[in-house]
């Protein structure tokens, strides 16, 4: 027997929603900010309530039941009313937040980011804790749909379904060599392409990334002499040879505060590197999610663009 409308706790009927879209428990529970045990006992009380499974596992999957798929439009919708009612009405204050932002991106962008974001976030939210994960591009879109990351920055991607992105920056490429190489004073494009190169790569074999640009051009391949995973251990090299390093601009200026190494401009017009922030869509009119996606945003904007300020 169903209970009253009265008794009812409608927080379930947001596990319901969670555990459809994610597909799993532990999805639902990153979702929703809320431990795996909890979503668990949430799910056992609807399954009561309903007197229905509503989700069986399928491997590693939840899959609905007939009974969920034909009221799960219904409940999304009023769970979408509820939330636009809550969303106009309401206004919550950052410094009461106390749950972990988990931020997809690469070591570049967490170097370039991270500083600037961690100082902002500490004044507005000092009990916010970041977590940094690398997201294959590959996954971009399961990783934010089974809420493994809150958002992910990345290059430009093309995404499909209920993937959301926005522009953040435009990043140009610089090259990076050591102080006092006899480039510092005059590289064009002759004495680029007869220098050596460090490359970093996530793996050995992968193709040059600009290798389209310098085909364009008439080029051939760079003298890549180096392939290593990280861009502060390529710089490293860098700063003790003669060899160079093509990187996003932003982070070579930071090097240069850590490192003995001058940056110089690329010698050919390469189109700029567009960076983006993605989401779900489901977070969309979460006020919450709404505060941290401008507050990320925000941060990312700042030292992307601060940096080019100080040139």
């Given at each position: 027997m169903l209970p009253s409308f009265s008794r009812l706790d409608l927080n379930l009927f947001r596990v319901m929603d969670a555990v459809y879209a994610h597909g799993g428990i532990s999805g639902a529970a990153r979702h929703l900010h809320l431990s795996q045990p909890a979503v668990s006992h949430a799910l056992a009380r609807l399954r009561r309530i309903w007197g229905d499974?509503?989700?069986?596992?399928?491997?590693n999957q939840m899959?609905?039941?007939?009974?969920?798929?034909?009221?799960?439009?219904?409940?999304?919708?009023?769970?979408?009313?509820?939330?636009?009612?809550?969303?106009?009405?309401?206004?919550?204050?950052?410094?009461?937040?106390?749950?972990?932002?988990?931020?997809?991106?690469r070591d570049?962008?967490?170097?370039?980011?991270?500083?600037?974001?961690?100082?902002?976030?500490t004044e507005l939210a000092p009990r916010l804790r970041l977590a940094s994960v690398r997201v294959p591009r590959e996954a971009l879109e399961r990783s934010l749909t089974q809420g493994e990351v809150?958002?992910?920055?990345?290059r430009q991607r093309r995404v499909a379904g209920r993937i959301r992105g926005e522009h953040l920056a435009d990043e140009r490429l610089s090259v990076l060599l050591r102080r006092g190489?006899?480039?510092?004073?005059?590289?064009?494009?002759?004495?680029?392409?007869?220098?050596?190169?460090?490359?970093?790569?996530?793996?050995?074999?992968?193709p040059d990334p600009l290798q389209a640009v310098w085909s364009a051009h008439g080029l051939g391949e760079r003298d890549v002499i180096l392939r290593c995973q990280h861009y502060f251990a390529a710089a490293n090299?860098?700063?003790?040879?003669?060899?160079l390093l093509t990187l996003p601009h932003t982070y070579a200026e930071q090097l240069t505060r850590a490192l003995p190494l001058a940056v110089c401009d690329l010698p050919l017009a390469v189109p700029p590197?567009?960076?983006?922030?993605?989401?779900?869509?489901?977070?969309?009119?979460?006020?919450?999610?709404?505060?941290?996606?401008?507050?990320?945003?925000?941060?990312?904007?700042?030292?992307?663009?601060?940096?080019h300020d100080l040139e």
């Open positions: 499974p509503l989700f069986v596992r399928q491997g899959v609905p039941t007939e009974l969920t798929r034909r009221v799960i439009g219904e409940v999304q919708a009023h769970l979408r009313g509820l939330q636009s009612v809550l969303a106009q009405a309401g206004h919550f204050d950052p410094a009461t937040l106390d749950m972990t932002l988990r931020l997809g991106m570049v962008l967490e170097a370039i980011t991270l500083p600037p974001l961690v100082t902002r976030l809150d958002l992910v920055i990345d190489h006899p480039l510092c004073r005059r590289m064009d494009v002759a004495s680029y392409f007869a220098s050596r190169h460090v490359m970093v790569t996530l793996q050995p074999e992968q090299v860098v700063a003790h040879s003669d060899a590197i567009g960076i983006w922030m993605y989401w779900h869509a489901d977070r969309e009119a979460d006020p919450v999610h709404r505060w941290m996606r401008e507050s990320v945003a925000r941060g990312a904007r700042d030292a992307m663009h601060g940096a």
